[in-house]
């Protein structure tokens, strides 16, 4: 009996190590033919069942996923493996969900991440990539929630906001957290920015007030909304702050060619262009 | 996912990134009437065959072009198709096309790239010029029968350029069309990297063909044509400020100044464009950053690969429209004048649709109501990709004010285009080159005006009147289009004008400017006909569309 059983678990081992090779060459469906092996000669073994639901979420099986990983923890509840395992998982998750994004399967994305936020309620971070998943669908609505959602967990994470920007006005819930940051952050760019755009006040632009390149924010804001007065002036004061800012140049020269004003627009392209060529 | 966020990274670096979801679509929707693109079976069969399937090389990512000329006089618009392996050349029958390659005199060589055609020696035989990775070829057309001239004509017979865009151009005005080429990157196929082994070498996680960032860059070139059947190099004495840092595709070109000397554009993949004003001295000087033509709208390199001139707005300045990579729209940069462009992409509509990888581009007016339209093929770069590696045409159709976008007909891997009415009736066809499939031809359906053709013949100047502008009055109000060699990506489109005359039954006024410089006046042009016009001698000929 004891024979049969080293046997078999000699079997899992060789199993767990040719799927972790292919986890690592990138062979998703390998990986995961080996790791159900593996896990079915080896049930016990917590370490398996962590391996298979790597594989699992790599081949684009979250909720098995999932209860691959719940059952490393039933098997091993006070398991530092279990609970650092768990940890990477959610950031895994998160890891999928965005590489769905940037291959423009949205659909495939929420799913990994609809899973992910009801496996790890707490993680900011699936909550907002949950976010982008639904505005990438047009759903604004369901994604002000997610990124609402990511937002109350972490409210101090400046980034976690940026993906309301397009969704604004979302109404008093998301102006009353954005009033909030700006309180505790009153040298936020993206917070006054945000809140302008939610108020509907493009004076708030005017309070952003952070690093080399102050009012380029609001500047920038203005310039993308035709308001292109007040744009040129907040320019004019960014490369006056930050002389080799490139972008603002060329959002100057736009301006100044729509205005007419020919030899500043022809000045701003040049410093442009001496600032940002390099060999490729 | 918006502006703010790909421009102000410089805020949040360190921060976690910014959201990288699709860039929503921007600037003013206008509504169009009901068009449809009708792909037309006209005996296309033959599959064009460009690099494995893969992306291991940069070099697999470039595909053909498509020219548009009548190679046998007989008055109706042939195809040839730059290729992979060797160029195929379809006869128009009138009802069809038939494949005469194995006749025509072409040969076959690997890496085909662009096409562009000229009567250069002046015996009214349209020639072609078609550039490889290696050594371009020059072809003579000997009453229908193509040569190879090109030791003869003094051009390198081999080599490494990676040479993509061309156009014949008389730049100097001497009545003998000129050559411009663009080059791409400089490289080996030796020595070059392997998939995945540099920062340049990886899409989204992908591990895909290097480049064209980490290549050499290379230069244009232009060969001035001695009349004796000689090209000459004169790159570095005629081609002015150019930094070589430039990865060189579609040329195009054209009078922006409106001085009655050529100028060219030349699209360039992430580094800035090239706009090379014509000195009226035999040199040409890249005017492009102070023109404002250089970057894209907010100061950004484009991966830009086809180009077209066009007068959008009717005010008799050719304006010039990029098509460039995804993630990016389309450009449009207006023509204001005395060197001075401004980007007009957000305003104009084309900056609706950043999901394409857009490639060749052409002009036509779907709904011949006087305001030039614009159609635009489209492919991304790696086949892995798979479903997504194949993308429908975008079609914009000039509102006036403003462009409105449609997405539409079979999602193939494009890259040439060019446009000619095909079969006479008044109406212009698409022509699309595509990636190891065979070519596609299109009929845009729907309501339109009447048309009037012209089809130029010059003797003082280059017999194929290349650089003649045609401005049509109708309804006092013009447009403005020119003969030109080259264009959209590495094509070649047919050298007789169309335009459109909405419900006018005539243009109260069709004036050509020959391309050195003299004017004649036609009069008014009834609608529904192709009008032959020879310089000196006026109208010498009228074809009723069929």
């Known amino acids: 009996m004891a024979l049969v059983l080293a046997f078999l678990l000699f079997g899992a081992e060789e199993w767990l190590q040719k799927g972790i090779a292919a986890l690592k060459a990138g062979n998703a469906v390998e990986a995961r033919t080996a790791l159900e092996e593996a896990v079915k000669l080896a049930p016990a073994e917590p370490v398996m069942w962590l391996a298979v639901a790597d594989a699992r979420l790599r081949s684009g099986d979250a909720a098995l996923a999932v209860a691959a990983l719940d059952r490393a923890a039933k098997l091993a509840p006070a398991s530092p493996i279990v609970d650092r395992g768990r940890a990477m998982f959610a950031r895994r998750m998160g890891e999928v969900g965005q590489g769905l994004l940037d291959a423009r399967q949205e659909k495939r994305a929420e799913a990994v991440l609809q899973v992910a936020v009801k496996s790890f309620p707490k993680e900011a971070e699936l909550w907002r990539l949950l976010g982008l998943a639904l505005y990438a669908q047009g759903r604004n609505a369901a994604a002000v929630t997610a990124f609402v959602a990511a937002v109350d967990l972490a409210p101090n994470e400046e980034s976690l906001y940026a993906g309301l920007e397009t969704l604004l006005p979302a109404g008093k819930a998301v102006e009353a957290r954005l009033a909030k940051y700006v309180a505790a952050h009153p040298d936020s760019a993206l917070g006054w920015y945000l809140l302008g755009l939610e108020r509907g006040e493009a004076a708030l632009w005017e309070k952003a007030w952070v690093s080399d390149n102050k009012f380029w924010p609001a500047a920038f804001a203005l310039h993308k909304q035709a308001e292109p007065a007040r744009a040129v002036d907040l320019l004019e004061r960014v490369v006056a702050l930050n002389p080799d800012y490139a972008p603002a140049y060329y959002a100057l020269a736009q301006l100044y060619a729509k205005q007419g004003q020919r030899e500043k627009a022809l000045a701003a392209r040049k410093r442009h262009h001496e600032l940002v060529k390099e060999t490729p | ?546």
């Not at chain 2, 360190?14 to 600037?27: C, D, S, Y």
């Not at chain 2, 790159?235 to 922006?256: C, E, P, W």
């Not at chain 2, 007909?409 to 285009?417: D, F, I, V």
């Open chain 2, 1 to 546: 996912m918006t502006a703010w966020l790909l421009t102000g990274l410089l805020l949040f670096q360190g921060m976690g990134g910014g959201p990288r979801a699709a860039k929503p679509a921007g600037g003013p929707k206008v509504a169009s009437p009901a068009f449809y693109l009708r792909e037309v079976p006209l005996g296309l069969t033959a599959k064009h065959r460009y690099g494995d399937g893969t992306s291991k090389y940069i070099l697999s990512m470039t595909g053909n072009g498509v020219a548009i000329i009548d190679f046998d006089n007989d008055g109706k618009p042939d195809l040839l198709f730059n290729d992979g392996v060797a160029p195929v050349l379809y006869r128009n029958t009138g009802k069809a096309f038939s494949d005469v390659s194995p006749t025509s005199g072409l040969t076959p060589r690997p890496w085909g790239q662009g096409v562009c055609a000229g009567d250069f020696d002046n015996d009214g035989w349209t020639d072609v010029l078609l550039t490889y990775y290696g050594a371009s070829r020059l072809y003579r057309n000997e009453k229908g029968n193509f040569r190879d001239i090109t030791p003869a004509a003094g051009l390198p017979v081999e080599g490494k350029r990676f040479s993509t865009g061309c156009a014949f151009v008389d730049y100097d005005r001497d009545g003998l069309l000129d050559l411009i080429i663009s080059n791409y990157v400089a490289f080996d196929l030796s020595t070059a990297a392997q998939p995945g082994a540099t920062k340049y070498c990886t899409w989204l996680g992908l591990e895909v063909f290097c480049g064209p960032r980490g290549f050499p860059t290379d230069r244009p070139i232009l060969l001035h044509n001695d009349g004796k059947g000689k090209f000459r190099d004169v790159s570095q004495t005629t081609l002015k400020g150019i930094t070589g840092l430039h990865y060189g595709l579609g040329v195009v070109t054209a009078d922006f100044d409106g001085d009655g000397w050529m100028d060219i554009y030349i699209a360039c993949d992430s580094t800035p464009g090239i706009l090379l004003r014509n000195n009226r001295d035999g040199t040409l000087t890249d005017v492009a950053v102070e023109a404002g033509a250089a970057y894209g709208a907010d100061g950004e390199e484009l991966g830009s690969m086809g180009v077209a001139a066009v007068d959008v707005d009717g005010d008799g300045r050719l304006d010039l429209v990029k098509t460039n990579f995804i993630d990016e729209t389309p450009s449009l940069y207006r023509n204001l004048g005395d060197w001075f462009f401004v980007d007009a992409t957000q305003e104009s509509g084309l900056g609706r649709d950043s999901t394409a990888v857009g490639w060749g581009v052409g002009v036509l007016d779907f709904d011949m109501d006087g305001r030039p339209d614009l159609i635009m093929a489209n492919g991304h770069i790696y086949p892995e990709l798979k479903a997504a590696y194949r993308q429908a045409k975008s079609l914009y159709w000039n509102g006036g004010g403003a462009f409105s976008t449609l997405r539409t007909g079979a999602a193939t891997a494009s890259r040439g285009l060019a446009v000619a009415d095909l079969d006479g009736d008044g109406v212009a066809e698409v022509v699309v080159a595509n990636m190891n499939a065979a070519p596609s031809v299109f009929k845009v359906d729907g309501k339109r005006g009447g048309s009037l053709g012209v089809r130029l013949e010059g003797t003082r100047g280059n017999r194929s009147a290349i650089g003649a502008r045609v401005t049509v009055t109708v309804g006092g109000k013009t447009q403005t289009d020119e003969v030109r060699s080259g264009g959209s990506y590495g094509s070649q489109h047919d050298f007789t004008l169309l335009f459109g005359l909405g419900a006018a039954k005539e243009a109260e006024r069709v004036e050509v400017r020959w391309p050195n410089g003299e004017i004649e006046v036609m009069g008014k042009l009834e609608a529904g006909a192709l009008y032959r016009m020879k310089e000196g001698a006026g109208v010498v000929g009228r074809t009723a569309w069929r």
